[in-house]
């Protein structure tokens, strides 16, 4: 401190000295930095996405219901595909590289219109699989590479600014460019069904590979792991707010009167399905601490990135398949009864075995009691889906669905929480980190 001035008299003389986030070297950030949490910017960022999540889902109820299955389902993880690896590439890119200065927050809003965009580009794209022969992917596309464009700027600038991740930005600059080309292309082209589907599988893997053939392993930038998981969580809750949208979207159409007051035994059920089944995947989600585990598995983390992605297209499902069955309860869907059913069950049964794969696979080490659970979760899931096809009404069958996170639940607060504390306990005894 300089004789005379106090070290608040310092602080304001550099404020006013330039604005107050002014441009910090983009060189990377502390993978062990302490009390690392999800920045007000990206929680701002997530809400844009979640947007883009309802729509999908919304879109993928109302042609669900419709009858067009292959068609809705298609359409939908194509989108969920596209949401997911836009989130994920900015998430893992923040974690490693944010300096939340005025230009990486001016490219940070970049992403985010182009989320925007891309959101408004899904009704076209799920009505040409109902009305086409052709797949309408123009709008979608030109969200996505405004998205994608965001992201290159952000490697241009690690690339020129961080010598150690130099090739690793260059990499990531190439695939990338080279992987819009290739959506532009397919877009505006606007080729036969059949091309547009093999080209959408080309594309969609080399999105996937990407990280891989830039960086190599998981560990090729200073991503910091309890951040990622926190990350990851924030995603997950806000795509579980799907199941809150979904039974809103359910129990509006069954209120009976015009003051809303009038409810019915549906009404009640699909409103205590909802709430109580987006409660139990909330439950059984946050039962593994991914923090602790990516903290001693840091290679893993492309398994526990893309593991995700049937995981949330499985959340995000669970809402849609809320909507549709509200939607044959006030007979506007031209589905049956069981097909109803699977709407709901389906996604969820994929969420919950999404939960035990990962949890397996992370800690490479099997769980004998996981097997009774996966086996009582099925049971469940049977069973709603057979009283279903016996005649039982819908809203009995949803409640029933509502059960099977709990299956989980209970296993965990009974005697899980303990087989997982010895998995990591030896994990960490183990000290591999692979």
């Not at 596209?82 to 005025?102: C, G, K, R």
């Not at 080209?199 to 053939?213: D, I, K, Q, R, S």
């Amino acid at each position: 401190m300089i004789a005379g001035v106090t070290d608040s008299e310092t602080f304001d003389n550099s404020a006013r000295a330039g604005i107050a986030h002014r441009l910090a070297p983009m060189t990377g950030r502390d993978p062990d930095e302490s009390g690392r949490v999800a920045s007000p910017l990206e929680l701002l960022v997530d809400l844009t996405f979640v947007v883009a999540v309802s729509a999908a889902a919304a879109q993928f109820a109302e042609l669900l219901a419709q009858g067009q299955v292959i068609g809705s389902i298609a359409a939908f993880v194509l989108a969920m595909f596209a949401i997911f690896v836009a989130w994920f590439s900015f998430t893992w890119f923040a974690s490693a590289f944010d300096t939340d200065d005025w230009f990486y927050r001016v490219l940070t809003m970049l992403q985010m219109v182009g989320v925007v965009v891309f959101a408004l580009g899904l009704p076209p794209m799920f009505h040409s699989v109902e009305h086409g022969d052709q797949l309408e992917l123009r709008l979608m596309v030109i969200g996505y590479v405004v998205m994608r464009i965001a992201m290159v700027l952000q490697w241009w600038r690690a690339a020129r600014q961080s010598e150690a991740f130099r090739s690793v930005g260059i990499a990531n600059i190439r695939w990338t460019v080279l992987a819009q080309i290739g959506w532009v292309v397919l877009a505006f082209s606007q080729p036969p069904l059949t091309v547009t589907i093999i080209a959408v599988l080309v594309l969609g893997v080399l999105e996937l590979l990407l990280p891989v053939l830039a960086q190599g392993d998981a560990g090729g930038t200073p991503w910091h792991p309890h951040h990622i998981a926190e990350r990851y969580s924030a995603f997950a809750i806000i795509t579980l707010g799907e199941g809150v949208v979904g039974t809103v979207a359910s129990s509006s159409g069954l209120l009976g009167g015009e003051d809303g007051l009038d409810w019915t035994s549906n009404a009640v059920a699909v409103v205590i399905a909802g709430v109580g089944l987006t409660f139990g995947m909330w439950w059984v989600y946050f039962a593994t601490p991914f923090g602790d585990i990516l903290e001693l598995r840091r290679r893993r983390g492309y398994l526990f990135g893309y593991g995700h992605l049937p995981l949330f297209i499985g959340i995000a499902g669970a809402g849609a398949g809320l909507h549709v069955a509200g939607l044959h309860l006030e007979h506007d869907a031209e589905l049956g009864a069981v097909a109803v059913v699977l709407a709901l069950a389906l996604p969820v049964g994929i969420y919950l075995l999404m939960v035990y794969l990962l949890h397996t696979l992370l800690l490479s080490r099997a769980d004998r009691a996981h097997v009774q659970l996966i086996v009582g979760t099925l049971a469940v899931l049977a069973a709603a889906v057979l009283l279903a096809a016996g005649g039982v009404p819908v809203a009995v069958c949803v409640l029933v669905v509502m059960l099977v996170p709990f299956v989980t639940v209970i296993g965990y607060e009974t005697f899980g929480h303990r087989h997982q504390r010895r998995m990591i306990t030896e994990l960490e005894a183990r000290g591999d980190g692979q």
